[in-house]
């Protein structure tokens, strides 16, 4: 497998599992299989609707699944992105690629699904956006600057 592929999936794994963990246990009242269904259930309604309530245990592991595929597009796209960046930076890049995500995935790509749209208070939207830099943007830009510095 080649050098980049790999580090996409382990970056994107890396990614997608902080980023779900943290939706765990900031986002839910109790860490319940119940509640981590329900998180789950949240992003499966983006493509099958209110049919992802239905408690049926196939939408929760949709949602599972279409959280890491999400993860991996913005792996790639960050991939792509970071050429044309600086390799310094980190923490700009972490709070940027953060900032990003929580705009385009709330903005454009959740109006336009199925899933139910939320209106954010200021400080949860800037919540949001650390837990995004953080269990997203941090990995990324830490993977991607060890790759340039392992091609030099």
Same mark, same amino acid.
């Given at each position: 497998?080649?050098?980049?592929?790999?580090?996409?999936?382990?970056?994107?794994?890396?990614?997608?599992?902080?980023?779900?963990?943290?939706?765990?246990?900031?986002?839910?009242?109790?860490?319940?299989?119940?509640?981590?269904?329900?998180?789950?259930?949240?992003?499966?309604?983006?493509?099958?609707?209110?049919?992802?309530?239905?408690?049926?245990?196939?939408?929760?592991?949709?949602?599972?699944?279409?959280?890491?595929?999400?993860?991996?597009?913005?792996?790639?796209?960050?991939?792509? =992105?970071?050429?044309?960046?600086?390799?310094?930076?980190?923490?700009?890049?972490?709070?940027?690629?953060?900032?990003?995500?929580?705009?385009?995935?709330?903005?454009?790509?959740?109006?336009?699904?199925?899933?139910?749209?939320?209106?954010?208070?200021?400080?949860?939207? =800037?919540?949001?956006?650390?837990?995004?830099?953080?269990?997203?943007?941090?990995?990324?830009?830490?993977?991607?600057?060890?790759?340039?510095?392992?091609?030099?």
């Amino acid at each position: 497998m080649p050098h980049t592929i790999k580090l996409i999936l382990i970056a994107g794994f890396i990614a997608g599992t902080l980023d779900a963990l943290a939706a765990v246990f900031f986002f839910t009242p109790a860490i319940t299989m119940e509640n981590i269904s329900k998180i789950f259930e949240g992003i499966a309604s983006g493509l099958f609707g209110k049919n992802a309530y239905s408690g049926n245990s196939f939408y929760p592991v949709a949602g599972l699944l279409l959280h890491y595929l999400i993860a991996f597009i913005w792996t790639v796209l960050y991939f792509i =992105i970071s050429r044309f960046l600086p390799r310094n930076y980190i923490l700009l890049k972490s709070i940027g690629i953060g900032i990003v995500i929580f705009i385009v995935m709330n903005y454009v790509v959740v109006p336009l699904s199925q899933a139910p749209v939320f209106h954010y208070l200021v400080k949860d939207a =800037i919540f949001s956006i650390l837990i995004l830099s953080v269990a997203i943007g941090l990995p990324l830009s830490l993977i991607i600057r060890k790759r340039s510095t392992d091609q030099e």
